[in-house]
């Protein structure tokens, strides 16, 4: 069952182990945010048709990164919509790099594709009555993005920061100097919604935003004292 946000912009819950989807209609374009899995790909379908929408009359797919439960279902909408990710991230999908995006173990059904739009921080998506910031937001993976509607104040964060300030781990091409510097970033938006890719809707994302640096910093030191001890260690 989706979730109204704001007029004309929905939250499609997670099904099957994949992503949030996040549905805003434009008046001049239709947008996705992130698609799930390709086994989830049915219940979206059936999830677009209820709000009046086929496949075919979305006309952008934006991807916050690129594992697979982000963007198992894309190539379901790759023949009529432009596919945008931020270009570390379009580079891993474009070359099929299955050790980073999990796809074929996880997704096996999944349907090829490849980024139309290659993304930088700060382009600017418009689709009439919202538009969309891209806020490269590093740390979870190189490629992760945030999405940011000025207007609303809304922050589609995808993996970046969920609900109570919890990361979502640090995977290959991540690392935790990044995460640190993105949420220290991202805490100077005005932000009155936070929607992640994952867990519940925040209304609080200055306090999320805040937890999550402070997760941040005590990883941070958790990995510099593990690197101490290690180098320590080879050298007694």
């Not at 990164?65 to 279902?73: K, N, S, V």
């Not at 009439?128 to 809304?154: D, F, K, M, Q, W």
């Not at 005005?190 to 994952?198: A, E, M, N, V, W």
């Not at 999550?212 to 690197?227: N, Q, V, Y």
Request: hydrophobic share 40%; proline share 3%; net charge negative.
């Amino acid at each position: 069952m989706s979730v109204e946000l704001r007029p004309g912009i929905f939250q499609i819950p997670a099904e099957k182990a994949g992503s949030h989807v996040y549905l805003l209609k434009g008046t001049s374009k239709n947008m996705l945010i992130d698609t799930g899995t390709a086994a989830s790909f049915p219940s979206l379908e059936a999830s677009l048709a209820e709000l009046g929408l086929k496949a075919s009359d979305i006309h952008f797919v934006v991807l916050t990164h690129e594992h697979f439960d982000h963007i198992g279902a894309t190539g379901f909408f790759f023949q009529t919509a432009v596919v945008a990710a931020h270009r570390l991230a379009a580079n891993k999908i474009e070359l099929q790099d299955e050790f980073v995006t999990m796809i074929q173990s996880a997704d096996a059904s999944s349907v090829p594709f490849h980024a139309d739009l290659w993304l930088e921080s700060d382009t600017l998506i418009d689709l009439g009555n919202y538009r969309l910031r891209a806020v490269h937001t590093p740390g979870h993976v190189s490629g992760c993005i945030c999405l940011y509607e000025p207007t609303e104040r809304l922050l589609f964060t995808g993996d970046t920061v969920l609900a109570g300030g919890t990361l979502s781990g640090v995977f290959a091409s991540g690392n935790i100097s990044d995460y640190m510097n993105s949420l220290e970033r991202l805490s100077a938006l005005k932000i009155d919604r936070l929607c992640p890719g994952h867990g519940r809707l925040s209304d609080d994302p200055e306090g999320d935003i805040r937890r999550g640096m402070e997760h941040a910093r005590d990883l941070f030191e958790d990995t510099k004292l593990l690197s101490e001890t290690l180098i320590k260690g080879q050298w007694l």
